[in-house]
Nanobody
Framework: QLQLAESGGGLVQAGGSLTLACAAS????????IAWFRQAPGKEREGISC????????QYDDSVQGRFTISRDDAKNTAYLQMNTLSTEDTAVYYC?????????????????WGQGTQVTVSS
């Protein structure tokens, strides 16, 4: 069964950058959409970026548009989320997920494999 493991979270000052990685094992991202979600304290989990299986479609939530970049390295079986110009509002647990579909959507319903999450804390 596919397993996803996020890494790269941590503490960073506002304005800084982090790159999150999502390594897949016992399976691949091939032919499936992937996405990154986050959940801040006291808030619902939200989809912030997704990539279709082909890469032809990439979506970002307005809150991260222009600052975050999603990518996938098939040779390493790893997905990434490059995060720039971080603010305190980006503080959350970040999750990667793989979809049942090839299409990219920011809602959680089609994503059936999830990582355990990685904490990102942005200090002012």
């Amino acid at each position: 069964q596919l397993q996803l493991a996020e890494s790269g979270g941590g503490l960073v000052q506002a304005g800084g950058s982090l790159t999150l990685a999502c390594a897949a094992s016992s399976g691949t991202f091939d032919n499936y959409a992937i996405a990154w979600f986050r959940q801040a304290p006291g808030k619902e989990r939200e989809g912030i970026s997704c990539r279709s299986s082909s890469g032809a479609t990439i979506q970002y939530d307005d809150s991260v548009q222009g600052r975050f970049t999603i990518s996938r390295d098939d040779a390493k079986n790893t997905a990434y989320l490059q995060m720039n110009t971080l603010s305190t509002e980006d503080t959350a647990v970040y999750y990667c997920a793989r979809s049942l579909w090839t299409l990219c959507v920011l809602s959680s319903e089609p994503y059936n494999y999830w990582g355990q999450g990685t904490q990102v804390t942005v200090s002012s």
